[in-house]
């Protein structure tokens, strides 16, 4: 319905609910005056009177109690949504990019316990890939694996962690594998393979003073979750 008369409306609901023009007065910081001038404009518009009085005894007609109870709800619940929009608005927002590894074993983990320190901050969390350059000016924080600083007008950069290799494999495969003693033990695979890093097991096999394979084969995974994946379901020997 169009041109609804809401102020009117507004003090119509105070009025009804306190039972009382002083009371709606108070409540909306207008005189009495300008309540009752409301309330004569919505009984206008509408057709028909809204409330009796008998002496100083202010009472709502049956037929407008239904239109206060649902001007209550509808007011109300405006009232919620706008309370929640501005409580959105002021929550700081902080937007995380990480790569796979650094997301999965070490960010999300203490995830719950930096919302209880700073429940005022909004967290957006993404990947951050290896290979796709980042916007620094799209981000807050960003954890990424890099072998020199990037060169970016947008952030300001320090060391997180250095990055170290080792083997990794299953229960089940080291009990219908193993057992892994020594390099040689290991340099026999299967491997897994990091995309990211294709000269991993290469690098680790020459440092481990191994006998490098003519062919190091074994299916290699993009995603640092798919390789842990594999390796958790004993499908060889991950770095």
């Known amino acids: 319905m169009k041109n609804l008369p809401l102020k009117a409306l507004q003090t119509f609901e105070a009025v009804a609910r306190h039972n009382s023009y002083q009371g709606a007065a108070q409540e909306l910081y207008v005189t009495p005056s300008a309540v009752s001038h409301q309330i004569k404009n919505l ?117 997180f962690r250095s990055a170290e290799s080792f083997p990794v494999c299953s229960p089940y495969f080291l009990r219908n594998y193993g057992p892994f003693n020594n390099p040689e033990q290991i340099s026999i695979g299967p491997f897994l393979h990091d995309a990211v890093t294709s000269e991993g097991w290469k690098e680790w096999l020459y440092k481990a003073h191994c006998a490098q394979p003519q062919q190091i084969t074994g299916p290699s995974f993009d995603d640092f979750n798919l390789l842990r994946s594999a390796a958790l379901a004993g499908q060889g020997i991950a770095l």
């Open 43 to 159: 009984q206008q518009w509408l057709g028909c009177p809204l409330f009796e009085r008998r002496g100083n005894q202010l009472t709502i007609l049956p037929g407008a109690k239904k239109l206060a109870l649902s001007l209550g709800l509808s007011l109300g619940d405006i009232a919620l949504a706008c309370r929640q929009m501005r409580e959105q608005q002021q929550l700081t927002k902080l937007v995380i990019a990480a790569i796979p590894a650094v997301a999965t074993c070490w960010l999300i983990p203490r995830l719950a316990d930096f919302q209880q320190l700073c429940p005022e901050i909004s967290l957006r969390v993404s990947y951050a890939i290896h290979g796709i350059e980042l916007d620094f000016s799209e981000v807050d924080i960003a954890f990424i694996y890099a072998t020199k600083p990037p060169q970016s007008r947008d952030a300001s950069v320090e060391l």
